[in-house]
């Protein structure tokens, strides 16, 4: 397989892949994923053959969330740097939440951080019943606002609240009882049911459905502002870049407790 970090395939109906491609790190992003997921997201807007979108994570897991030795560069880069970094992640997640076409997420193994913000973001998500999901940043000490709006808008304020805030990590059951997933199905099966899905979404108008896909978040107050991420990509970086954020860090890659956690 390519070593680039995001695999774009379009099929004949039209239906695009985006593969997260970086299997020995669990699809962990870092800033060489997030720009090609951001390019990806801004050529495919543009396609006018473009029918839906399918995401999915190469190897054992879906997305594990943020990368740590990119996220400890980050913590000890400059401010503009560190801005930049957390804008990213906002960009990425801005840009599919808005993506005008049918988004669809296939997801196995781990789904953490800003895998869940994936999740949160498009407009169907099936996972596997092995599948562990868990708003984990709060553990290292940084804090998940990149996604904190799209958590909300998909489970609700009162579930948001409870995981980004404990830490705990879930299964897929759990995930589908608080609206986190729409499906759980063996692995022997969630292809097919993709495939019936897609199929039934073929019928629907292209352009009906960009409309209703923008009605729904705009008139809901749900479409990101530039002064919404701005806010969200400070709130980002100064955590991490914080003494706290860089304790959780190095905890973490030193596989120890941090000092909060006694």
């Not at 951001?38 to 399918?54: K, M, Q, S, T, Y």
């Not at 409309?211 to 502002?225: I, Q, Y």
Request: hydrophobic residues 45%; charged residues 20%; contains cysteine.
């Amino acid at each position: 397989m390519s070593d680039q970090p995001v695999l774009l395939d379009i099929d004949s109906r039209g239906i695009a892949t985006v593969m997260l491609n970086r299997p020995q790190r669990g699809n962990a992003y870092n800033g060489a994923l997030l720009a090609a997921l951001i390019e990806g997201l801004d050529r495919l807007r543009g396609d006018a053959g473009l029918r839906a979108l399918v995401i999915r994570g190469a190897g054992k897991h879906f997305q594990a969330g943020a990368d740590i030795d990119w996220l400890a560069q980050a913590a000890g880069a400059a401010p503009e740097q560190a801005y930049r970094a957390s804008m990213a992640t906002t960009e990425a997640m801005a840009k599919l939440n808005e993506f005008p076409h049918p988004t669809f997420a296939v997801v196995q193994g781990a789904c953490f951080g800003g895998g869940c913000g994936v999740v949160c973001c498009v407009d169907v998500a099936l996972a596997t019943p092995a599948a562990i999901f868990g708003l984990t940043e709060v553990r290292v000490g940084v804090a998940p606002t990149p996604i904190s709006t799209h958590m909300v808008h998909a489970m609700g304020l009162r579930q948001a609240r409870r995981y980004a805030i404990t830490g705990e990590r879930f299964g897929a059951e759990e995930a589908l009882r608080i609206g986190l997933v729409h499906e759980v199905l063996v692995p022997e099966a969630i292809e097919a049911r993709l495939e019936a899905i897609l199929a039934e979404t073929m019928l629907s108008a292209p352009g009906a459905i960009a409309v209703t896909k923008r009605s729904l978040l705009e008139a809901n107050g749900l479409a990101m502002t530039p002064r919404e991420m701005a806010q969200l990509a400070n709130e980002s970086w100064m955590q991490r870049a914080s003494a706290e954020g860089k304790e959780g860090l190095a905890a973490f890659r030193d596989k120890r407790r941090p000092g909060w956690a006694g």
